[in-house]
Structures are given as structure tokens and as C-alpha cells.
């Protein structure tokens, strides 16, 4: 039910903007989150964004990561910024907390 996209590959310092719709007449009244998943661990909570617009950031993205929605298109979307090495992962979206199966996420890849 998630279609990710806008991943790839970028040098460090660069920027990339990830976006995610889902189908589906109750989106606006979901609790929307990124997450990722790097090589070899678990995927994490990265952004969420509440209804209401609020949105709340995890572990080192903050700053640097920003969370939004559009209700009107079932989207929602994770503009990055200043990406370093670190930020290699997949990344995907769900609600929070996570009702739906996962998406195949879209990869992003930060190299030199």
C-alpha cells in the first residue's frame, strides 16, 4: 500500500527528497513516520508527523531532516539534507504506530 520513492545516490553534503503516498480515503487522520533500515541493523523512527501538522524527529537526522505532509495527495515526504555516509540505508514510511504492511522502501546511498 506504500509506494516510496525519490532514493539514490548522493556525495556527502548533498540533498535528496524522499516521498511516500498511500492509498486510502484516511490518510489525513493517520500519524505518518519515516523510518530506516541500514546494511546489517534494525530498522529505526526517524521522523513522524502528527495530523495536526507536528512533527518530531529522532536520533541525528534532526536538523539536518524535515517531515512533511500533503493531505489533499496522500503523501508524505522527507527532505534531507547535509547527508553524510552514515545516512546510507533504506528508507521507508508506515503509520505510527505501524498498521500496514511495508512498502519495498527506496534506497539512498551517500558516497564519495
Known amino acids: 500500500q506504500f509506494v516510496e520513492s525519490g532514493g539514490g545516490t548522493v556525495q556527502p553534503g548533498g540533498s535528496l527528497r524522499l516521498s511516500c503516498t498511500l492509498s486510502g480515503s484516511l490518510f489525513r487522520t493517520y500519524v505518518m513516520g519515516w523510518f530506516r533500515q541500514a546494511p546489517g541493523k534494525q530498522r529505526e523512527p526517524i521522523a513522524a508527523?502528527?495530523?495536526?501538522?507536528?512533527?518530531q524527529y529522532f536520533g541525528s537526522v534532526e536538523g539536518r531532516f524535515t517531515i512533511s505532509r500533503d493531505d489533499a495527495k496522500n503523501t508524505v515526504y522527507l527532505e534531507m539534507n547535509s547527508l553524510k555516509p552514515e545516512d546510507t540505508a533504506n528508507y521507508y514510511c508506515n503509520t505510527r504506530p505501524e498498521m500496514f504492511p511495508w512498502g519495498l522502501g527506496t534506497q539512498v546511498i551517500v558516497s564519495a
Open positions: 508527523i502528527f495530523s495536526g501538522g507536528s512533527v
